[in-house]
Each structure stands twice: as structure tokens, then as C-alpha cells.
């Protein structure tokens, strides 16, 4: 079964509004929680690490103030782009990593489609 | 900077082994590969994962060069259901920092 779950699977959304894109972590607390974009035809791009109870990391060259990250609890981290535009519709995944049987194991929600018209 | 190289594409007939080759020539002692797949509009799969031995588990076989340079991974019998973008990755060997550095991949599809 999953062990990673995104909400929403899509979502459509008007130009200058906002949307959240939650990533639960099923089986197991996780103190750490990563975002991903990937566009078509692409590759999947790390955006941020999101950190339980602080602030998230985000890469180079992406708006912390544009995609807000909150990881408020050990399963539960959401991801906010805000004033969205139309450049933002992307594929957006989130993983978990987690030290499981003695083997470091990453998985990756199901993604979340958003497009913003 | 890209750590792995991958083919771009590569064919497979259905009900056949199916061999994807990785190169990482600049591995480190104290890094992992890992393999994943995306099947379209869905995300990454774990398939495999192994430090300098050969893994094998019930979805695929990961075989490694003695001089850990290289890898292979195997599918035994690939299945329709296996054409899919296949991603082979090196991440140390720390465990906390789970973020993976992702390729272009091989986009392999298998064929009936």
C-alpha cells in the first residue's frame, strides 16, 4: 500500500489565487519532507526540504515567499503556492525517506497536478 | 552536475529480461545507487537500492561492478506494465538527508 499520500491529485485553480498541496506520510514519523516540480517532458527538480517544526531549505533559485512550506506535525506537510500564475502549473511530488529494516528508503506520494488558468 | 549517465531510450520485448545500464564512474565510498521509475503522470517508484553487492528483490535485480563504476539493473521478465522512465541515482550514505538529485533517466519501453 502507499506509504506516501498527496492531496489533491489535481487541481485547477485561477490565475492570482492560491492552492495547498498536502503529503502525509503514512507508516512512519518524519521529521524531514522533500517538494519536487517536475514539468512536461522533464525531470523531476527539487524545491525544498521541508523541516518539522522550522523553517523549510529551499534550492537555489526558488521563491520561498511564492511556495510556502509548513511540516506542523511529524505526517503532515503542506505546500502553498501562492498568487499563482500560469508558469506554476507543474507536477508537484513530495517524498519521504525513513531508516527502515537497517536500509535508508525514500518514497514518493502519487503527485499533484496543478494547473493554473 | 550530472553524477549518473543513463541511455536516453531503449526498447524491450515483452516476457524478456531487460538490462538498463548506469554509469557513475565518480561514486564515492560512501554512496548508494538507487533506482527509480515513473510510470507517466504518477510519481517515482522505489525499485532497488544497493552499496557494493548485488541486491535482488521481488520487482527487479541490481548488479554492480566490482570497482562500483558502474551498474546494471534487471527486470526479468518486463511486462507492458513496465515501460516507464527509469532513474538511476547516487546518494551518500546519510541517513536524515533523504533528497535525491534526479537525471534525465532512461525512457524505456517494452514492446509486445
Known amino acids: 500500500g502507499a506509504v506516501v499520500s498527496q492531496h489533491p491529485s489535481r487541481v485547477i485553480c485561477k490565475s492570482g489565487t492560491s492552492v495547498k498541496i498536502e503529503c502525509r506520510s503514512l507508516?512512519?514519523?518524519?521529521?524531514?519532507m522533500f517538494w519536487y516540480r517536475q514539468f512536461p517532458k522533464q525531470s523531476l527538480m527539487l524545491m525544498a526540504t521541508s523541516n518539522e517544526g522550522s523553517k523549510a531549505t529551499y534550492e537555489q533559485g526558488v521563491e520561498k515567499d511564492k511556495f510556502l512550506i509548513n511540516h506542523a506535525s511529524l505526517t503532515l506537510s503542506t505546500l502553498t503556492v501562492t498568487s499563482a500564475h500560469p508558469e506554476d502549473s507543474s507536477f508537484y511530488i513530495c517524498?519521504?525517506?525513513?531508516?527502515?529494516?537497517?536500509?535508508?528508503?525514500?518514497?514518493f506520494g502519487e503527485g499533484s497536478w496543478l494547473t493554473v488558468v | 552536475d550530472a553524477k549518473t549517465t543513463q541511455p536516453t531510450s531503449m526498447d524491450c520485448a515483452e516476457g524478456r529480461a531487460a538490462n538498463l545500464p548506469c554509469n557513475h564512474s565518480t561514486i564515492s565510498g560512501n554512496e548508494y545507487v538507487y533506482w527509480y521509475r515513473q510510470i507517466h503522470s504518477q510519481g517515482p517508484q522505489y525499485i532497488i537500492h544497493?552499496?557494493?553487492n548485488n541486491e535482488t528483490n521481488e520487482m527487479a535485480s541490481l548488479i554492480i561492478t566490482e570497482d562500483r563504476k558502474s551498474s546494471t539493473l534487471i527486470l526479468p521478465h518486463a511486462t507492458l506494465r513496465d515501460t516507464a522512465v527509469y532513474y538511476c541515482i547516487v546518494r551518500p550514505i546519510v541517513t536524515g538527508d533523504y533528497k535525491l538529485s534526479f537525471g534525465a533517466g532512461t525512457t524505456v519501453t517494452v514492446r509486445a
Open positions: 544497493g552499496l557494493k
Open positions: 517524498s519521504v525517506g525513513a531508516l527502515r529494516q537497517g536500509r535508508n528508503t525514500i518514497y
Open positions: 507508516d512512519f514519523q518524519a521529521t524531514t
